[in-house]
């Protein structure tokens, strides 16, 4: 599973958020929450069946979080709050910034797994089943590389609006709205998104895993082409369909409201001001144009018409980002 860099929200900034309790539509549970410990023989089982899948090496423990990222990456360089905080304040502003991003791709790949699982119940052929086994392969390796970098306390607090999102349409979204939702847009968002990572990394383990991910993504983006029909799509699916498009791209158009959120923490620095001094506009403004592209494959116009009528395109001001944070 790859995801779409909405970042941009750090885990506590929405509604507070409950993962899913009991199961979805074919008793498929996304299971954000499951607890995940690193020893015991499943552990070591895993594991070994992972180091198959790919060469990847595991970091130190634990990983130096302030030292993972370039500064660029998340825009900290044009921030003058941080260039003027001192260099522990700087580290733990670092620290945070990664670890937002971290977290996010543990559970986008643990959302990934459960994914796989009720397209494989749903498939009316056995290719297909093949496939989603053989992609569901792919998304546990990707769990297992990621959650290296994921302290093991934190990986059961999915409170992002945006994963509860993605959890909701996996427990209950019809076939052809998540081909569509999950495999066409944030697949493609999320080839780009791995790349950026990679390209970001500085520590070399760490960019080599990005860059082993986003060999498996491609083929998970050219699955989600050869499965999507659009005139699959009932009315009830279409409506399902633009409220999730809707609400997704509703937590892109707020632009880097975490790396400003970890900033006005560090420093006290004012919110608007820091989503300026981000270029929060511009960032949001990027990724809702790409999102646009993704939305239009095959039959699906009508999808980004609705949504430019609706205004959801454009990126909000700095007034309006920060708002979401008072
Ligand atoms: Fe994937
Ligand atoms: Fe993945």
Redesign the pocket.
Known sequence: ??FPGSSSVSRADGPPNEPAAGAGRDGVKAGLDLPHPDDGSLARLVAGRVRRHGKVTSPPRPPNFAALFADEFFSLQRVPAFAGAGEETQAAIRAACAQGVLDEAYFI?KS?LAYCARMLLLAEDTQTRQAFALMGA??AA?LAWITAYVPEARRTDAAHPFLKLVAELIEQAPSPVLVYLLQLILEGWGLAHYRDLAAAAREPALAHVFKT?LK??GMHVRLGAALHDPRKFSDAERTLTRDALAQFLTLVRCGPLSVAGALAQATGAELVSLHEALAGEAEAARKLGLLRQLMRAEGMDWAGAEMQALGLFAPMTPAQAAALLR
């Open positions: 599973m790859a790949e990934g792919d998304e990707h991910i498996d993504e």
